[in-house]
């Protein structure tokens, strides 16, 4: 079983991405680590709000993938390089100027439960 340290997994994540579009919590992610795949999106928290998987959803290729559709059946594959954007689908005002803290808890068919902790800037200014 291999398992991706914490530090590596944080790695994915575009710092500076985080922002509000269309309604919606949006930040991009690149897989800068090697073939990965993903079997369930449990949830996303930013700041003090949580988005359950009904709110979560992943466009990649030009697909979105909702999260309450990703199964060990029906998982998300993330090869190397490969980018993708997270979108948080409720409108709600989560997002602060300054340090914003993100945690993605997300299922790796070899790892199990995995949850990242995440900060970005953002300036609304």
């Known amino acids: 079983m291999a398992v991706v340290p914490d530090f590596l997994i944080k790695r994915v994540y575009k710092k500076g991405s985080l922002r509000e579009q269309d309604g919606a919590v949006e930040f991009d992610l690149k897989n800068v680590l090697g073939p990965g795949v993903i079997c369930g999106l449990e949830y996303v928290q930013i700041n003090d709000y949580k988005f359950t998987k009904e709110a979560i959803s992943f466009i990649t290729q030009g697909v979105e993938l ?36 993100i945690i993605i808890e997300f299922l790796n068919p070899e790892a199990g439960r995995m949850k990242i902790t995440l900060e970005d800037n953002l300036n609304l200014a």
């Open 66 to 101: 909702f999260a309450n559709s990703v199964s060990e059946l029906n998982p998300i594959r993330f090869r190397l390089g490969q980018e993708g954007t997270m979108r948080l689908l409720e409108e709600v005002k989560c997002l602060k100027d300054g340090v914003n803290k």
